[in-house]
């Protein structure tokens, strides 16, 4: 059974809206979320599934339909504010949905089969898809999950402090705990920090961060689904309180309910953060084209 690609794209929606495409980065406007969708197919996942907003499917059917037609199975999986769904009878006034792992939650019902979760707007490279495709097809269980952990020094911008969720692995390289990290950035000399209550602390660049690249089975809709009950319970109250998939993770490996195997990737990672990363990301996949990791014209 071939895996499932989910994106998380709640998000993007007001970039969307005004059928605009999200920004341009390949040579031919390919969006970011081209990229991570022919590496996908490439490496052999066997469906995409967009979780957006569900006054937003006309507009992603009309963008991705004609590419991806033949290529590869499609769906979509609304995010809304509904709780009913969840067995959650109250309605709370929020702007905003409920986070990542209620993103996730939502595809209960649509996804049977291994999948892997990843952002729509962030570049991850074909490696990580390759190496979690073959996680997925051959060691993932209802107790065995993954994510893909990336080099810290390969995940920051020259132009600011980003937030990073920093990975500590055991012997075994499975995760122990993921600690969000606010303000991380590079030093003057190219070492890697984290700065808290004005305090730095050094990073080893090899550092594992998590870049929102996870693989689970379908169980992880069952576990997850009290905890989100649970949170909603503790946090109605509090409109920006969001259900983020390492919260899942956390209390999963804690409860020893599931392993999170981290996958290392020497992958570059690369994500508009700051309005001065834009031509950075261009000329990275520039370079990818220029030699050969993809082609000119990514649907031609």
Same mark, same amino acid.
């Given at each position: 059974?071939?895996?499932?690609?989910?994106?998380?794209?709640?998000?993007?929606?007001?970039?969307?809206?005004?059928?605009?495409?999200?920004? $341009?980065? $390949?040579?031919?406007?390919?969006?970011?979320?081209?990229?991570?969708?022919?590496?996908?197919?490439? *490496?052999?996942?066997?469906?995409?599934?967009?979780?957006?907003?569900?006054?937003?499917?006309?507009?992603?059917? *009309?963008?991705? +339909?004609?590419?991806?037609? $033949?290529?590869?199975?499609?769906?979509?999986?609304?995010?809304?504010?509904?709780?009913?769904?969840?067995?959650?009878?109250?309605?709370?006034?929020?702007?905003?949905?409920?986070?990542?792992?209620?993103?996730?939650?939502?595809?209960?019902?649509?996804?049977?089969?291994?999948?892997?979760?990843? &952002?729509?707007?962030?570049?991850? $490279?074909?490696?990580?898809?390759?190496?979690?495709?073959?996680?997925?097809?051959?060691?993932?269980?209802?107790?065995?999950? #993954?994510?893909?952990?990336?080099?810290?020094?390969?995940?920051? #911008? +020259?132009?600011?402090?980003?937030?990073?969720?920093?990975?500590?692995?055991?012997?075994?390289?499975?995760?122990?705990?993921?600690?969000?990290?606010?303000?991380?950035?590079?030093?003057?000399?190219?070492?890697?920090?984290?700065?808290?209550?004005?305090?730095?602390?050094?990073?080893? &660049?090899?550092?594992?961060? !998590?870049?929102?690249?996870?693989?689970?089975?379908?169980?992880?809709?069952?576990? #997850?689904?009290?905890?989100?009950?649970?949170?909603?319970?503790?946090?109605?109250?509090?409109?920006? #309180?969001?259900?983020?998939?390492?919260?899942?993770?956390?209390?999963?490996?804690?409860?020893?309910? *599931? !392993?999170?195997?981290?996958?290392?990737?020497?992958?570059?990672?690369?994500?508009?953060?700051?309005?001065?990363?834009?031509?950075?990301?261009?000329?990275?996949?520039?370079?990818?084209?220029?030699?050969?990791?993809?082609?000119? &014209?990514?649907? *031609?």
């Amino acid at each position: 059974m071939k895996p499932t690609l989910l994106i998380l794209a709640a998000g993007m929606a007001s970039r969307y809206g005004s059928m605009k495409q999200v920004d $341009g980065f $390949g040579p031919n406007g390919e969006t970011i979320i081209d990229y991570s969708i022919y590496d996908a197919i490439k *490496a052999g996942f066997g469906k995409i599934s967009f979780i957006i907003r569900e006054e937003f499917q006309d507009n992603f059917k *009309a963008i991705f +339909e004609p590419k991806l037609a $033949g290529r590869v199975e499609t769906d979509y999986v609304f995010q809304s504010y509904d709780l009913k769904p969840f067995g959650i009878d109250k309605e709370v006034e929020r702007a905003k949905p409920w986070g990542t792992a209620h993103a996730v939650l939502a595809a209960r019902n649509q996804v049977k089969e291994p999948f892997c979760v990843i &952002n729509a707007d962030d570049f991850y $490279g074909y490696d990580s898809f390759e190496k979690m495709a073959k996680f997925l097809t051959t060691e993932a269980s209802d107790d065995t999950y #993954s994510l893909v952990g990336y080099q810290v020094d390969k995940t920051l #911008s +020259e132009y600011g402090s980003v937030s990073r969720g920093v990975c500590k692995v055991d012997d075994n390289g499975n995760m122990v705990e993921i600690n969000e990290r606010t303000q991380v950035y590079f030093k003057p000399d190219g070492s890697v920090v984290y700065e808290e209550g004005g305090v730095e602390t050094p990073l080893p &660049n090899t550092t594992r961060v !998590s870049m929102n690249f996870w693989g689970f089975t379908p169980a992880v809709f069952e576990q #997850s689904l009290p905890m989100f009950q649970r949170f909603v319970e503790a946090n109605e109250d509090k409109p920006k #309180s969001e259900f983020f998939i390492p919260l899942v993770a956390d209390e999963l490996i804690k409860s020893g309910t *599931a !392993s999170f195997k981290v996958i290392p990737t020497a992958s570059k990672w690369f994500g508009v953060t700051y309005k001065e990363d834009k031509p950075i990301v261009q000329k990275c996949i520039s370079d990818l084209v220029n030699s050969g990791v993809y082609p000119e &014209n990514l649907w *031609a």
